[in-house]
Antibody, heavy 122, light 107 residues
């Protein structure tokens, strides 16, 4: 079955760019049936949607992060990537990637990566 | 943005209890409402999509109902593995938003 795995540095310095990759295995990211999304969870807090991307590269971003955010897809590597610039301590969180599926246009996050913790600190 | 308000934020229950969690949207979202379960240090798992459709592999003791602005997640007979935090999420419009979570603890 499809599995997702996040990778990237666990420690980023303030003002730098956080870069994470989600590798999709057991299925093709090229499938037009899905979107691919990033979610984060601040320590002890709830879930925050970051943005998502289609296999063709169409993106939808959270307005609160849009000015600092880039999500891209590399179909040749079956990966999608998050880049968040000018990070601060407020970006310290566990970052999850997930697949967004749909049944009759009802979209839902049906497969999740295990999550990767990122700390922003000098 | 569509705000989702969950209640209660936490509850204590015993194995075998019937548990109900509610999620209220700040505007009508039809049936574009999903429920997730998250255990400590683990990724969320999809339970219910489209307000009432059970995701594949999810036990039938979980059910969802509602439409418009008011939604409910019910666990008919709480099992030990159900102690977790539950989140609702709307897929009606971007930005996608989640409720604040409801933590189910052991009484």
């Amino acid at each position: 079955q499809v599995q997702l795995q996040e990778s990237g540095p666990g420690l980023v310095k303030p003002s730098q760019t956080l870069s994470l990759t989600c590798t999709v295995s057991g299925g093709s990211i090229n499938s037009g049936r899905y979107y691919w999304t990033w979610i984060r969870q601040h320590p002890g807090k709830g879930l925050e949607w970051i943005g998502y991307i289609s296999y063709s590269g169409s993106t939808f971003y959270s307005p609160s992060l849009r000015s600092r955010l880039t999500i891209s897809v590399d179909t040749s590597k079956n990966q999608f990537t998050l880049k968040l610039s000018s990070v601060t301590a407020a970006d310290t969180a566990v970052y999850y990637c997930a697949r967004v599926g749909a049944v009759n246009s009802y979209y839902h996050m049906d497969v999740w990566g295990q999550g990767t913790p990122v700390t922003v600190s000098s | 943005d569509i705000q989702l308000t969950q209640s209660p934020s936490s509850l204590s229950a015993s194995v075998g209890d019937r548990v109900t969690i509610t999620c209220r949207a700040s505007q009508s979202i039809s049936s574009y409402l999903n429920w997730y379960q998250q255990k400590p240090e683990k990724a969320p798992k999809l339970l219910i999509f489209a307000a009432s459709s059970l995701h594949s592999g999810v036990p039938s003791r979980f059910s969802g109902s509602g439409s418009g602005t008011d939604f409910t997640l019910t666990i008919s007979s709480l099992q030990p593995e159900d102690f977790a935090t539950y989140y609702c999420q709307q897929s009606y419009s971007t930005p996608i938003t989640f409720g604040g979570g409801s933590k189910v603890e052991i009484k």
